[in-house]
């Protein structure tokens, strides 16, 4: 019923089909010229090594992430699992500024580090001072 009702609207609104100018397509060339091999596949680049460098130092850092977020919180409440989330979160920051630096020493050259340092370094510095104020946190109380 409704619909009925919209077509009949649309219909007294709208200008007849007829009275619509749709272009016309003249040429064929157009169509039927293939495309270049160069264009008919489309190449992705290759990762370099410090795609693959940052993929697993952002791994690590999503868990020192996780870690350091439940310290914070178990911190914060003051319960008696706090001492041991900050060591597991300590723990952590430690193996993914370990993996850090060593990506960025192991670099195959000055350039791929430099893009490591860019890409990873400043999360790296921020989990490290926020950790480090967590501890300041749990050494006032």
């Given at each position: 019923?409704?619909?009925?009702?919209?077509?009949?609207?649309?219909?007294?609104?709208?200008?007849?089909?007829?009275?619509?100018?749709?272009?016309?397509?003249?040429?064929?060339?157009?169509?039927?010229?293939?495309?270049?091999?160069?264009?008919?596949?489309?190449?992705?680049?290759?990762?370099?090594?410090?795609?693959?460098?940052?993929?697993?130092?952002?791994?690590?850092?999503?868990?020192?992430?996780?870690?350091?977020?439940i310290a914070q919180e178990e911190t914060e409440k003051k319960t008696v699992y706090a001492a041991d989330d900050r060591a597991a979160a300590q723990e952590e920051l430690a193996?993914?500024?370990?993996?850090?630096?060593?990506?960025?020493?192991?670099?195959?050259?000055?350039?791929?580090?430099?893009?490591?340092?860019?890409?990873?370094?400043?999360?790296?510095?921020?989990?490290?001072?926020?950790?480090?104020?967590?501890?300041?946190?749990?050494?006032?109380?």
């Amino acid at each position: 019923m409704i619909i009925r009702s919209l077509l009949r609207h649309c219909s007294r609104t709208s200008p007849p089909l007829r009275s619509l100018k749709i272009p016309v397509l003249t040429s064929r060339r157009f169509l039927a010229t293939p495309l270049p091999d160069s264009t008919a596949r489309r190449h992705f680049a290759a990762k370099t090594s410090a795609d693959a460098a940052v993929e697993e130092l952002q791994d690590l850092y999503a868990t020192a992430r996780d870690e350091f977020e439940i310290a914070q919180e178990e911190t914060e409440k003051k319960t008696v699992y706090a001492a041991d989330d900050r060591a597991a979160a300590q723990e952590e920051l430690a193996k993914l500024k370990e993996a850090f630096e060593t990506a960025v020493r192991k670099a195959e050259d000055e350039e791929t580090g430099k893009e490591i340092t860019q890409r990873v370094g400043q999360r790296v510095r921020e989990l490290e001072r926020a950790v480090e104020a967590m501890e300041e946190l749990a050494k006032e109380d």
